[in-house]
């Protein structure tokens, strides 16, 4: 079964650091043939994109509000995707999903939604 695991949410004060976690098994393809993303979804607000990582890593593209705070990796061998947060704000308070396609403009501009996402991870930022 395809899946695509987070980890790593829970409250934090603002101004705090997270560092999520996902884990892909069972894709159609190997883990490092999709590009990985990051998305959030706010109470009230539509699921919206966060970052982006190619397959090798080499090419990273960031929400402007996040670029500076947050980082995206990925390790192939474990076939995982980080976001690590920092100098957390209130506003970034949601529930984060990661995503995997093939296409790097799946996932950056989305003019379809990305194959394969993941169930979410809350993350609360306390003012």
């Known amino acids: 079964q395809v899946q695509l695991v987070e980890s790593g949410g829970g409250l934090v004060q603002a101004g705090g650091s997270l560092k999520l976690s996902c884990v892909a098994s069972?894709?159609?393809?190997?883990?490092?043939?999709?590009?990985m993303g990051w998305f959030r979804q706010a109470p009230g607000k539509e699921r919206g994109f966060v970052a982006a990582?190619?397959?090798?890593?080499?090419?990273?593209y960031y929400k402007d509000s996040v670029k500076g705070r947050f980082t995206i990796s990925r390790d192939n061998a474990k076939s995982t995707v980080y976001l690590q947060m920092n100098s957390l704000k209130p506003e970034d308070t949601a529930v984060y999903s990661c995503?995997?396609?093939?296409?790097?403009?799946?996932?950056?501009?989305?003019?379809?939604?990305?194959?394969?996402w993941g169930q979410g991870t809350l993350v609360t930022i306390s003012s």
């Open positions: 995503a995997a396609d093939r296409s790097w403009v799946v996932m950056t501009v989305q003019p379809q939604p990305p194959e394969v």
């Open positions: 069972d894709l159609p393809y190997a883990f490092n043939y999709y590009v």
């Open positions: 990582i190619n397959w090798g890593g080499d090419r990273i």
